[in-house]
């Protein structure tokens, strides 16, 4: 998985490691992930269609351009990288009617699940090594995420303490001074190492 976004609110996570990932996010996605904590659904709704929406497309990328990290900036320099995330970012306001589809996606990020995240990753994993009489050392079903260490989209201190509660079963993998954008989409050596790790 490249840089998954899950849950700050999953079982298990202390309020001061929360605040401690919180801190490596930009102001305006804590600002927003505050309100996706108390908020109703259709409040975060009706924010998303009059506050996002109208500012998304060129907009929405000048104010991001700021906070992002060197290598991410630098990524962005490229027209093809540009529209690239430009593309992507209508595409995920075009998901549900009215701004739903993010407004959902801001709700599983900033409230609890309903199940440990760990209990589920362990019995995703005993189904899927039952299949196999010699389980590989690297169980089929165990996550393996990417994650650039200067993203500031999605903090790699969440990606760290689900592989700390789960050691023997979520492999990450670092890029150091990569981003969010930056190691996935120009520079082809880190296909490379990423492959090679996941299939050594």
Known sequence: ????????????????????MFAHLT?????????????????IRLFVCNFVVPFSGPLWLQRLQHSLSLADREYLLQPAG?????????????????????????ELFSRP????????????????????????????SSPFMVHGTEDVLVPLSLQRWLQQQLPQLVRLYELPGEGHLSWFCHQP????????TLFS
Request: aromatic share 14%; charged share 15%.
């Open 1 to 20: 998985m490249w840089a998954p976004f899950s849950s700050f609110f999953w079982q298990g996570i202390s309020e001061q490691d929360r605040e401690a």
């Open 27 to 43: 102001p305006h996605s804590r600002r927003f992930l505050r309100l996706g904590r108390f908020a109703p659904l259709w409040l």
């Open 82 to 106: 540009k529209q690239a995330l430009l593309n992507d970012n209508t595409e995920s306001l075009l998901m549900g009617a009215h701004g739903e589809g993010m407004a959902k996606d801001v």
């Open 113 to 140: 699940w309903p199940f440990d995240i760990t209990d589920y990753l362990h019995k995703v994993n005993n189904t899927g090594s039952s299949l196999y009489s010699n389980p590989p050392s690297s169980p089929p």
């Open 189 to 196: 050596q880190n296909y490379h190492q990423v492959l090679t």
